[in-house]
């Protein structure tokens, strides 16, 4: 099924194209003009706002939560009736060490708020909370592609694979664009989408 979008675009790789280079435009614009630093880290309203500044040139939805209930293979992201109850609980969250930033990832992450788009969104939100507790960010180019979705099948039983996983790939380099981009680079690995290198915008 093709997601409606605001392109009248009608074909899938087109859309997964499209979307991925005006994404990828919006995230870097997001970060150098400053405006990732003026949102407060750990909120379901920047990630909102993160959402929205991605993919609002695409789709209508951007920013706000999905009105259908999502899968991807067998795992069921969190029904629609709680979502909203979900969410709120991951808020209230504590945040101020690695392993509660990334349960909190997790849940984010098994809620699934958006129609489409969550990775990159949930992605940035992520560096954005520990930039802030802990000086840090995670280098997502040294992040392999097959344990990371294995570990994500697998945190909401057991997160010690994705926590020892994405510890192994922390870097100081907070303000560095290319690290911070490697998060949107590495989108099609995690979603699923074309490849669209960041030097061709």
Same mark, same amino acid.
């Given at each position: 099924?093709? *997601? &409606?979008?605001?392109? @009248?675009?009608? /074909?899938?790789?087109?859309?997964?194209?499209? %979307? !991925?280079? +005006?994404? =990828?435009?919006?995230?870097?614009?997001?970060?150098?003009?400053?405006?990732?630093?003026?949102?407060?880290?750990?909120?379901?309203?920047?990630?909102?706002?993160?959402?929205?500044?991605?993919?609002?040139?695409?789709?209508?939805?951007?920013?706000?939560?999905?009105?259908?209930?999502?899968?991807?293979?067998?795992?069921?992201?969190?029904?629609?009736?709680? *979502? &909203?109850?979900?969410? @709120?609980?991951? /808020?209230?969250?504590?945040?101020?060490?690695? %392993? !509660?930033? +990334?349960? =909190?990832?997790?849940?984010?992450?098994?809620?699934?708020?958006?129609?489409?788009?969550?990775?990159?969104?949930?992605?940035?939100?992520?560096?954005?909370?520990?930039?802030?507790?802990?000086?840090?960010?995670?280098?997502?180019?040294?992040?392999?592609?097959?344990?990371?979705?294995?570990?994500?099948?697998?945190?909401?039983?057991?997160?010690?694979?994705?926590? &020892?996983?994405?510890?192994?790939?922390?870097?100081?380099?907070?303000?560095?664009?290319?690290?911070?981009?490697?998060?949107?680079?590495?989108?099609?690995?995690?979603?699923?989408?074309?490849?669209?290198?960041?030097?061709?915008?």
């Amino acid at each position: 099924m093709i *997601l &409606e979008n605001k392109l @009248n675009i009608t /074909e899938q790789v087109e859309l997964a194209r499209e %979307e !991925e280079k +005006i994404s =990828k435009t919006a995230a870097k614009k997001i970060f150098e003009t400053g405006y990732l630093n003026t949102l407060e880290p750990g909120t379901f309203e920047t990630l909102k706002k993160i959402h929205k500044y991605l993919f609002e040139e695409i789709y209508e939805f951007a920013g706000n939560l999905r009105k259908i209930n999502i899968a991807k293979g067998n795992f069921r992201f969190i029904p629609l009736t709680y *979502l &909203e109850q979900a969410i @709120n609980n991951i /808020e209230k969250m504590p945040q101020s060490t690695y %392993e !509660e930033i +990334i349960e =909190k990832y997790v849940e984010m992450n098994i809620a699934h708020p958006f129609r489409e788009g969550n990775g990159r969104s949930t992605r940035i939100w992520l560096d954005l909370i520990l930039k802030k507790e802990l000086n840090l960010v995670i280098d997502w180019s040294k992040v392999n592609k097959a344990d990371y979705l294995l570990a994500m099948e697998r945190s909401p039983i057991k997160d010690t694979e994705i926590k &020892e996983l994405l510890k192994q790939s922390l870097t100081d380099k907070i303000n560095d664009r290319d690290v911070y981009m490697k998060g949107i680079d590495n989108s099609y690995l995690y979603e699923g989408y074309l490849s669209f290198k960041t030097e061709d915008l």
